[in-house]
Structures are given as structure tokens and as C-alpha cells.
């Protein structure tokens, strides 16, 4: 069973930085899709950034620019850095991993981030 565990999450104000990480339990093949989701208070949970099985890098258009998603596969993480943060990117983030073809999907317990303006 493969545990996501997410940690990094906390209270930063309007323009700082924090970095979210996501240890995984047990090495994740290239063939499952991993990134980061994230649900603010009251809304549904939306994609934030992941790494595709055909290689390719997804951001949404709220954080481009301002979030970068790395992944380490030897320490099986997979981190987020979120610079120049704004009281709307205030959410729980969930760690992700997902094999459509497989029927395999993994959510972490989340992390709250809270930006004060």
C-alpha cells in the first residue's frame, strides 16, 4: 500500500515562500502521474502542479510562474516551492499519484497553508 505523507505546510505571510514536501512509502514508477492538489475553505479541490507520465509538467494558471514541483526519485519525494504567496493561495495541499490505467489513485492527509495579507 503505498503511503503519501506531506509536510511544509504553515502560516506565511503575503509574498513569502514556503516549500511543501511529499515523502512516498514505496518507489512510485514513471507511470503513475504525481503532483500536488489543493482545496481552499469552501471550495472543490483543483490541481495545483504535476509531473505526467508522458514527461510532461502541468502548473495551473494561478500559480504559474510563482510554483515550481520537483521530484527526487532516489528520496522518493516529490516537493513543491511556492514563492510570492497571496492570501488566495490559502488551502489545504494534498499530495497526489494516480495510475488511470491501473484504477490506482493515492491521496496524502494534506497540509494546510495559510498566506495572512
Known amino acids: 500500500q503505498v503511503q503519501l505523507v506531506e509536510s511544509g505546510g504553515g502560516l506565511v505571510q503575503a509574498g513569502g515562500s514556503l516549500r511543501l514536501s511529499c515523502t512516498y512509502s514505496?518507489?512510485?514508477?514513471?507511470?503513475?502521474?504525481m503532483g500536488w492538489y489543493r482545496q481552499p475553505p469552501g471550495k472543490q479541490r483543483e490541481l495545483v502542479a504535476r509531473?505526467?507520465?508522458?514527461?510532461?509538467?502541468n502548473y495551473a494558471d494561478s500559480v504559474k510562474g510563482r510554483f515550481s514541483i520537483s521530484r527526487d526519485v532516489v528520496k522518493k519525494t516529490v516537493d513543491l516551492q511556492m514563492n510570492n504567496l497571496t492570501p488566495e493561495d490559502t488551502a489545504a495541499y494534498y499530495c497526489?499519484?494516480?495510475?488511470?490505467?491501473?484504477?490506482?489513485?493515492?491521496w496524502g492527509q494534506g497540509t494546510q497553508v495559510t498566506v495572512s495579507s
Open positions: 514505496i518507489y512510485i514508477p514513471s507511470s503513475f502521474d
Open positions: 509531473f505526467t507520465t508522458d514527461g510532461r509538467t
Open positions: 497526489h499519484a494516480e495510475n488511470l490505467g491501473l484504477g490506482s489513485e493515492y
